[in-house]
């Protein structure tokens, strides 16, 4: 039987926006998605100061360490089939709506499990509560990795944070999202 990891608490946890200042401690970042940890070290800063996203450090006190990353950017979600019908129900006849999403959201490898992940989560919901204040913002949005290992596929990650699947598909990752306004 595995050992039982801790739980990472907040107050534990600082986060730092992305500056010039990290680039050396981003090569120790470690995770199962290369694509993630390349996209950390290659494109993240570069995106950010180009304004394409916005990227969030998360560091665990006790030991220093970057523990995880999460970028965000600006987006619409188009109203099609059932979402659209659920909003022309509601009289809410636009074609799209505005949603934050989520480009990259990684834990390093070595403190998956401790509810960072869901951590990060509830961080992107208080901003979105937050930015959407002054300006309209009604869901978040990401495009969910697959993976073949069920404990890897993050579809069943986002799902426990009531994300709903945006429209089947069979192969790539899976646009979902969650509505902010609850029913
Ligand atoms: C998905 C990810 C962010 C989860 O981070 P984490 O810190 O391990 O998640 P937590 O510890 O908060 O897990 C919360 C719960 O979700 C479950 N869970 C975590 N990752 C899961 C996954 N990939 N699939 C299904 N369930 C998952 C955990 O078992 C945990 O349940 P518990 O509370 O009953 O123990 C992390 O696995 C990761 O970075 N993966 C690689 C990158 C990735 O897939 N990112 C998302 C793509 S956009």
Redesign the pocket.
């Known amino acids: 039987m595995g050992m039982v990891k801790e739980k990472v608490l907040i107050t534990d946890i600082d986060v730092q926006r992305l500056d010039i200042s990290h680039k050396s401690i981003l090569l120790n970042f470690k995770?199962?998605?290369q694509e993630?940890v390349d996209f950390l070290i290659e494109d993240a800063l570069d995106n950010q100061n180009k304004k394409i996203s916005a990227t969030y450090l998360w560091f665990y006190k006790p030991t220093k360490e970057l523990v995880?990353y999460v970028s965000v950017l600006t987006d619409a979600i188009n109203l099609q089939g059932e979402l659209k019908e659920y909003f022309r129900q509601k009289h809410i006849l636009y074609k799209s709506l505005p949603s934050l999403k989520?480009g990259?959201?990684?834990?390093s490898d070595d403190?998956?499990?401790?509810?960072?992940?869901?951590?990060?989560i509830k961080f992107v919901i208080i901003l979105a509560e937050k930015i959407g204040n002054d300006v309209g913002l009604r869901f978040i949005a990401?495009?969910?990795?697959r993976?073949q290992d069920?404990?890897?596929?993050?579809?069943?990650?986002y799902k426990?944070f009531e994300f709903e699947s945006l429209k089947q598909r069979e192969k790539g990752?899976l646009p979902m999202f969650k509505d902010l306004i609850k029913k």
């Open positions: 995770s199962y998605e993630l995880g989520i990259r959201l990684c834990v403190y998956l499990g401790r509810g960072i992940g869901t951590l990060m990401v495009d969910a990795k993976n069920p404990k890897r596929d993050s579809v069943h990650f426990r990752p």
